[in-house]
């Protein structure tokens, strides 16, 4: 198989750590990014994969297919052990939605914090005026972890075993600390959870490559936690 990802790409790293968990083999390439120009320009065989012309993009023999999301599934169907996904439909379909809401809802206020990676002497205007609407994100991102964490309560991972819709809330709850997000240890049933995971070697293994991608392409980040125990 192989999986073009980007060094900071948050939906990249979800396949690679579903990849990880599988023990399955890939070659990876890594596509060109920097804080500045973002993915351009863009790597051809992803342009030609993806209309979209993001990442990630897997390649496995004759089938060739783009979204972290359908990867994930493709992967489960293709390769079923160790399974990412709950077996009961209803479980399923619940495991599917909270996925959705790691990578559609989180995201977005998120993605208002994603300026702080980028040198702030580029723009410095515009960086203070991100930095307000970043803020306004934290309150926003707060009430995601408060709701995470009352899903946990008293459960070792959201969907009864360790499934898809964990690697997808990690890497959003993930993201938000090392953009120095709002602080997990208020939300004890949640702080554990990312800790617990935090130790999964697929987990290590990718939270310590962004964290090494993070020092080669990255402005330094306040507040930051690049991973292992929550602040
Ligand atoms: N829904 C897609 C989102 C993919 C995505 O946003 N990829 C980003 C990197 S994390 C990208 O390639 N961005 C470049 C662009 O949108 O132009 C997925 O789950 O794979």
Known sequence: MKLFAGPLSLFSRKVE????EKELGFE????P????????PRHPEVLAANPKGQVPVLVDKDLT???STVILEYLEDAYPEPPL??????DRARCRLLDLFADEVMLVPLRALMHRTEPRSAHPERWDAAEA?????????DRH???????LEGRDHFCG?????????????HYSQRLGGPPLAPHASLAGWYARLSRRPAFSKVVAEIAAADLELSAPVKGAHHGGHPP
């Open 133 to 141: 609407k970043a803020n306004a994100a934290e309150e926003h991102i």
């Open 65 to 67: 297919l783009y979204d």
């Open 161 to 173: 075993v360790f499934s898809a819709a964990d690697i997808s809330v990690f890497m959003a709850v």
């Open 145 to 151: 972890f408060a709701e995470l964490d009352g899903r």
């Open 33 to 40: 990014f920097t804080q500045t120009g973002g993915y351009s």
């Open 17 to 20: 750590i579903a990849l990880h």
């Open 28 to 31: 990876r390439v890594l596509v």
């Open 85 to 90: 996904y709950p077996r009961a439909a209803a």
